[in-house]
């Protein structure tokens, strides 16, 4: 007999992608045998692939990954209900799976007559049903409620009756996907004790959340998948630390992207955040006929780790990742998904008309970034074109070889900023040709009251940069309480300037949590500034004395501040209200939030009397 409760090797799953409902119905009912002439009419979009998985009997599997990773696909599998594509699958034991709220289940039904068909439907007979009722009844407290149709449930309800009734007869697979995180925590912590004396009697837990806590509470090991792939097997503390920093560090580039992209634009920016991510789009094309198999593309921003796409690896298509393989019916080249046996890759079948094209997904740049793509490849010689936003400019050649080789290829510069202008975003060399006026002119007209969206900008002082660093100088936006944090200004003065006031506002869910204002510190920066003059003004808190959280910064230049009036955005030269993020975490990484004011705390005690207990 197994040892293993589940043992895949080289599992995946293919999915189908029809451009057209028709399409899709011929092949559904096999009318295509009749049909040679037209070929496949999908895409192949495989949701996993080589996955390789041992679950000891017994065992406790916690399933981490982001959206899309193919974890509920997986789970699917194991519990039958869909079949793999290849690849082999042995699950030893009865399954029971939780995997959406209210599987089953009919709204027009009470709770009880679901909780009755669910258990009918198991094969238990009209005796074990009565027996079992009260026993769900009890665990899912539902009160009255267990009298009421289902459509009348909270989507918590719902989950109390759906894990009270999957769970009131021990399976010897359990799986839980997601579904617990509708649920109050009074529930949950029910719903861990249970699962923990199921385990503890013998039966085998898969458990997927987002919660990596929750895993740690529930498993003893751990996998990780990403894009239809495994990242990472191994106990689960090892895999809730590295999927924690995964997810913090995406986080973290997130804000980064976002502050550096506002830091160097105006609020027109603001519509590139909002909308769809711009994109670079870079294509292997010819001017004669020519196979080239492609098994990678990359592109290095030198911000965080490359965003990389393993062409022919599963989900290479996924339009939401940071890279994807591009396809479309009209000029598209690519080849179906293949093993060469060394690398994955697709073949690209390249003529004068067709070309195969990649996308990376841009969360935020400048036209001064230096970008770098590179293409793995093997076979014909081509051209690499990337796309400016209007049409495609070359970046250079591929040289044919019978082996895999690296070819690495600079993005220019216009196209970067030709990328910015195609989304409405104004480059700093389209504001530089746009600036007329001398330094000491007066503005004129809407332009010496411009506000813009979020911002106040009158034309007395230019803020050409911002930056928020560490002690080091090195631009970063998360940080630890007590850390030192850096708030630098670059300013240009196109008037002359009596007695600014620079200010760093720091707001946390519409509370302000801290706030610096120049002038409370005498002589910080100069009384006046001339015109034409060009500084730097710097704001250094020693030790942050903020909670863990995320918080937002607003930055200021002001007329001297009337500390007893309100409205002094009136008054602004420069104002960027909420422009930036910033991250604080705890240092002790403990998961009690301490509040927002994390001031130095010092405790004292002393004893004011003894008295002798009575015996």
């Known amino acids: 007999m197994s040892e293993h409760a589940v043992q895949a090797d080289g599992l995946g799953k293919l999915y189908p992608l029809y451009s057209n409902r028709r399409d899709q119905v011929i092949d559904a009912l096999g009318l295509c045998r009749l049909m040679p002439w037209r070929g496949k009419t999908y895409r192949e979009f495989w949701a996993l692939r080589g996955i390789d998985l041992s679950v000891r009997k017994g065992g406790r599997l916690g399933i981490v990954g982001s959206n899309g990773a193919g974890k509920s696909t997986l789970l699917k599998l194991i519990a039958g209900s869909v079949q793999p594509s290849e690849g082999s699958l042995e699950v030893n034991g009865s399954v029971q799976a939780l995997m959406e709220l209210g599987t089953g289940f009919h709204p027009e039904f009470t709770g009880r007559e679901n909780i009755r068909a669910s258990l009918r439907l198991r094969g238990l007979s009209e ?14 407290e539902l009160g009255e409620f267990l009298d009421q149709p289902l459509r009348t449930y909270s989507a918590g309800m719902s989950a109390r009756l759906a894990f009270s009734t999957a769970t009131c007869i021990e399976p010897e697979i359990l799986i839980i996907d997601e579904v617990l995180g509708a649920g109050d925590a009074y529930f949950a912590g029910k719903c861990v004790d249970r699962m923990k004396r199921l385990s503890q009697s013998g039966a085998t837990l898969l458990f997927v959340s ?51 992209l506002l830091a160097v634009a105006d609020a027109q920016r603001l519509r590139f955040l909002d909308g769809p991510a711009a994109q670079l789009i870079v294509r292997l094309c010819t001017e004669v006929d020519s196979p080239i198999d492609v098994a990678s593309a990359t592109l290095d921003t030198g911000q965080g780790d490359p965003a990389t796409v393993g062409i022919g690896q599963p989900q290479d298509t996924a339009i939401d990742a940071p890279a994807f393989v591009m396809l479309h019916d009209e000029t598209c080249a690519w080849g179906e998904p293949m093993d060469t046996g060394e690398e994955h890759a697709r073949r690209a079948a390249l003529t004068g008309n067709d070309w195969a094209a990649v996308a990376f997904n841009l969360e935020g740049f400048t036209p001064s970034d230096e970008f770098r793509v590179t293409l793995r490849t093997r076979g014909a010689g081509c051209r690499v074109q990337a796309h400016d936003g209007v049409s495609f400019v070359d970046l250079g050649s591929i040289e044919d070889s019978n082996d895999w080789v690296d070819t690495h290829f600079d993005v220019p510069r216009s196209v970067l900023g030709g990328l910015l202008r195609s989304i409405g975003i104004e480059t700093p060399d389209q504001k530089q040709d746009e600036k007329t006026e001398e330094p000491g002119t007066e503005p004129s007209g809407d332009a010496a009251q411009s506000r813009d969206g979020f911002d106040i900008h009158r034309g007395v002082i230019d803020l050409e940069a911002f930056e928020i660093t560490d002690a080091s100088g090195r631009t970063a936006y998360s940080f630890c309480t007590f850390e030192e944090i850096r708030f630098r200004f670059r300013y240009f003065a196109m008037r002359e300037v009596i007695d600014p006031d620079f200010v760093v506002c720091i707001h946390r869910s519409g509370v302000i949590a801290a706030q610096a204002i120049s002038h409370l510190q005498p002589n910080a920066v100069p009384t006046r500034l001339e015109a034409g003059t060009r500084g730097e003004v710097e704001l250094r808190l020693p030790r942050l004395p903020l909670g863990k959280g995320l918080y937002h910064v607003s930055i200021g230049i002001f007329p001297r501040i009337d500390r007893k009036r309100q409205d002094t955005e009136a008054t602004a030269y420069i104002l960027q209200d909420r422009r930036y993020e910033l991250r604080v975490e705890q240092p002790e990484g403990g998961e009690i939030d301490l509040g927002i004011a994390r001031g130095e705390t010092v405790w004292t005690s002393r004893v004011l009397a003894t008295q002798e207990a009575n015996a």
């Open 127 to 140: 005796r074990e049903v009565r027996r079992l009722e009260e026993g769900i009844h009890d665990f899912a």
């Open 210 to 260: 987002h919660d990596t806590s929750a895993v740690e509470q529930m498993c003893d090991e751990a996998v990780w998948l990403d894009r239809g792939r495994v990242i990472q097997e191994a106990a689960v503390s090892e895999i809730a630390k590295g999927y924690a920093a995964y997810v913090r560090e995406r986080e973290i580039r997130r804000i980064e992207a976002r502050n550096r």
